[in-house]
């Protein structure tokens, strides 16, 4: 059924439609991560951390909407589905019940950091195959590290 | 580490904390389910199905903050991780790729008649274990019966 | 043609959808009513009067909405056309002709009661069969009981 | 008692309460009967025909109380009750029931075009009676018609 | 110095201008005069009537510029100094001190009335002459009368 | 002097009267006692703390108004003086002076805990009596216990 | 504990806390009776009164939370409690129950009256203390003095 | 295809068309030609220059609006494209490259007299046949009539 | 008839009163003489003046209220009226007629001069009478002078 | 005249410079053919794609400013008149005429793929002469992508 | 070249000139300083820190500009380049490099009141020459001092 | 003490640490220049380049955050002291005092061309280092000479 013609040649397509793929599946699970522990976590920085990762949901819903619709206008069907997100997340698994602030921002170190490296590989797989997917790319990039600076600097 | 003296006896408290954390999960699938439409929609009607999904995804959004705030405020850990919801959830799974558009109202008729009929059941289960948490199932039964209305009428 | 499959037993819906398509009557009668005595009352008091029932016009529209959707929600076809909201309204018909700023008051607080003793019936008769019905209906009775209180204390 | 020494002669003023009397009760019935629809459309226009429906409802709304308000500024009191509009109607009365969103369609733009045409005929019959009356039904009529171009449109 | 050539033969010109400038100095008299009154009015009605002036303040600002810029527009100069509008106005000089709040209604009920009436004539002296700046006299007089309504109302 | 008829029967309105009127107290001593510790509060945490706070007056503030006008909606007059408020509160006096930020928590832990123990109560004390009273305890209820979760939570 | 070292000598500094402590019971006082009177209030003006005190309340809690904070500014612990308020305020105790609109606007210019006569000995007393605390009470006095203006007014 | 019976005899219907057209051709362009000079405009005055050019550009961009839909309103299907305009515009071509701030203002000067020269055409010719379609052309020109001043002034 | 006992012996509410009527005069002069210029302004500079001006207005127009209601909360009686205007203004008369851009911001910069220096002898002559007053003829005169620069600095 | 010393090499500065021209020609006639169709699409999803136009139009009208501005600040006068754009544009010419909403969503898929192809072409023109312009069509670039998709969706 | 003639006497002048041009350089450097904390905090208080010092850079920077145009409306060119702001200002150099939260508090305390300090002098210091002046300082010092409070009470 | 593993090798984080060292300094500066230009311009451009220059003011105070900000997100403490940009602003000194409009904008070409200049090196110098930060250079380099061409334009 509906097919589109990609304005890519079809190297650099499957190139990006991969790296869109990995970073829609990253982004969602970043946000529940950070939902999760939005929710869960105590102790005395509760406030400050429990309003922070809201912050950090935003940015990763608006980028996984961003990415996913960029798949869509390449013509490739993006996959947001729980049970591809529980498989192919790069963010490690947290624990479930209570998390204590201290430990809630290292998550947040953690994870954000996994999810920055495998956005910079893709920055990088696709500079010549499609420099409009890339500048999304380095945007979404730009601000998953001011966050990453905001939850080290936290627990500097 | 870190408990709650809950306002509920515990007979109570697990009732309605089974309510809670299943309305989460149905929740978050929910709304990922209608993400996915959302991206993967085509055919006539794909403008109007399109911006209709994402007033289920605001709606679903909401409420799941709602209830996992309910669960922590009664003292119970809510879990809204992607594997839980993957495991857990009372929506069917949906089919990969494009979707025709009379197809994505389908599916959405049928992922609302789902959580609606669980979300019913928790209305009836906690009614004398927590007024206040029943009063919010009340709630969002209501608002997820109006979008089950819309998407009925529009396949009507 | 077009036939939803309500959530409610048959007995449950016939009782819920003569409360709502009764209340949807009476709300827009109310409306028109509050209406028309925004446009002829006069007297010393008349800006506070004709400003007081654009208040009760807003209510009376938001909730009119309200029930109508509601009852499509349910499967039921909800009719709110002249004829109907003529022949079947709670509200007692108005004079026709200017109406000095104390009947005005008069006018309102004898609608509102009218509506409000309809209202709590269906509070009482959908209980059972319909706690999300029923919950619409608690609130649109606050409200009115709000408005109520005002044109009371305004003749006090 | 209250009588206002109106700024036009006899003659006149009874030409532009008639056509200000028959304007207001043909405004509040559009504005029932599109809400009607609005709640009873079904069809896989559903959505469009739902919410361009609304737009009618506001308009009708905000004409019905210029043209009442303008009565009572020439000393005129309006009469917008249900049983009058229900009885002086320019608009044919709806079916009750689900109507198909082409019959919808189809329903709004006879009922604007009988309201057009009762319109113009103001506009006729006011021009030398009062030019501020006749201002008004031209701008009701210029946004009425835009109504009926949108649904011809959408019909065609 | 400065010469606009007006679309306007010279004889409509100065049937314009004339119209203009009298409409000029009488909205600056009725803005100063519902100022007067909304500062010294006493009795029971004070906020009423108070805040009822200011919009009455509000449409008077308005219209005066809009037909000063409309001089303006057809190149002629217009005149809102005090002293133009202390020898010119339409409006009838008010008493000074406090006034009740009855006797405040009654004063702008005859400050209205008076300039409505010359509005009137400004409408029919430029209605060959040029329908631009006749259209602006139609939606003046359209916007005064409805004060004059809501101020007849209040001591009706 | 003025007297409203109840909607409700003498012995059910006794029970709303005296639930309104205990809920009304308690809720103005809550944002007293908040707003106190506002100003008092220091330490590291002072900022969220302070911040917080103020959250909680404005849920107090905006119920005791809600709950006062329903009293009056009932015709039952409210009393929310000073020296009612200093003597009926369920709210423990709190010390005078600084108060470290640890403290300040705790204080208010304790003074919501209370507020919500007799909130229960009224929830259940006027189930039969008043279901629309009901409701609104209810909410505040939900809105309470909310603060009461971020405020442990802080503390775990 | 904390403590501040105030830019004011110590005998400065005690003048200017006496007048900010003093100030901060009258102005939480005078919320309190303002808010009392608008649920209480019943007759004709009912509208008026019931709006008109509402902008006292806004006046009084903003001017309350500015002096608290001076206060604490200057290293001085401000006191709001019920109790101090109950004890230490400057407005005469207003009578329980229902209060006619007449009496309501005198029970405000009483009310305003006190607290103005205590705010210009503040103003007079920290004139040299302190410019900074002296300017505060400046402003705090012109909105009391229009306020109680607009009261006068009203029973004028 | 697609024909509307329209509301205007045959004769009229083609005297308002042509106006409309002729409208619609004219304003596009002048949009065009006011933001060709709002980037090509250079001097001392220019910021003034380009700000007051962009209020042209609002203001044709919203008429053009405007009378398109007017004309399908009316059954006649506007024509707006770029080969239509660049022949038969009223407003004379201008040269390309950069532009001095006083050739800016005479240009838009003498676009505006163009404009409006012919607009004043159409509101005699329309008079009889459309008052509607009239009641356009009269603010139009008073928008067109407003900026002509404003250049002419900053050119005197 | 309806007499304040104002908060000020008699000869300071002697003196504070004249300061407040001369204030009050020259604001709304100054407010029609800018509005004068704002209309009949000519020149390269036209469009920033024309901007300017309004600004002026806006100011001019705030404070006459600001110190129009001062009076009325000390018991006196303000005193807007046109040829009180007129006869009393501090602002030299303006000629009729255009005005060149330069000689426009001439005449504002002569009539702030003049309102300043009056403005600046009520500081000095309120100062013991009334420091509330004071205070506001204090921010008027920062306003003024904030304006009185910009003009300047446009002819500098 | 008027001569900026670009911050490029004159090679550099005459790819960019044609890019740009290329560039604004095409996106002023993307918005106005996106208008045309907005006025004359007819069918089913009438409303649907009329909305979708002008949020193209919106687009294009957008950047259209972006590229022209950059033009002018690299020192080349950009040309934007109805004759250039006309004569050199990228997109197709469409039909005079009604056009059905089908064919309507198909002019755009291939308007917007014509300027797209050229669009990605000034993307990798001006990847090594100025990296400033060649991110505005990248951004261009994705915006038009993501319009594309949904005209194709829409059509699918 | 251009010369105000200012309002005030020379030696009044001189004095308020020193005031004013000593508050610009503490306030400008006061902005610099709380930015480069903001950026180089880290610790546990990291984002309460982060934000509470964006609010006094919101604060100086207000006031800078006051302080600046209230020189420029005396006719005093006011200076506030980088090197006089480095060479003259009241404010501690800090240290480069990453702070500590609770050190980063400390700075900030010790900064706000080496300023007010200095502020709190110009208030006296300018209470004869320049009254208008004086009052932005007092309005000044309030603000500094409020923030002074919340950095103490962070470290209290 | 607290350190970040940056995400780049040494060799690239030295050279995108200077480069974003480099442009905080130059844009810290070029907003207090803009600042400094701001308040001391005369002459009959004053309005015009007074409100251009705060635009100006606005863009690099919003970078010179994003830069610094970036640094601390690279690990790398930025540093904005007043003393650091006095040293090393690329941004020549300007004079003290007052300065004519046509030398303010020439002041202004000549700041935005400095930095600009450096800003297109650290655009190059950054590509293969970091394409992160190189997209902040690029788009802070579109934003500048965006303004750089609005100044050039008015010497034009």
């Known amino acids: 059924m509906y097919v589109v013609k990609s304005p890519l040649p079809d190297a650099d397509l499957k190139t990006v439609a991969e ?18 522990v939005h929710w869960n976590v105590v102790g005395p920085r509760f406030r400050s951390v429990h309003l922070q990762l809201d912050e950090v949901v935003d940015t990763a819903r608006m980028h996984s909407d961003t990415v996913a619709e960029r798949a869509s206008a390449l013509g490739v069907s993006p996959d947001g589905r729980a049970a591809t ?72």
């Open 19 to 36: 790296a869109l793929q990995g970073a829609l599946v990253d982004l969602i699970d970043l946000a529940l991560v950070a939902k999760q």
């Open 85 to 156: 997100v529980a498989a192919g997340s790069g963010v490690k698994a947290v624990a479930e019940g209570w998390v204590k602030d201290g430990d809630a921002v290292g998550t947040l170190v953690d994870a954000l950091g996994a999810v920055i490296t495998r956005m910079r590989e893709r920055v990088a797989a696709t500079e010549t195959a499609d420099p409009v997917s890339q500048d999304m790319f380095i945007q979404i990039t730009a601000d998953l590290e001011k966050h990453h600076w905001m939850f080290q600097a936290a627990n500097g």
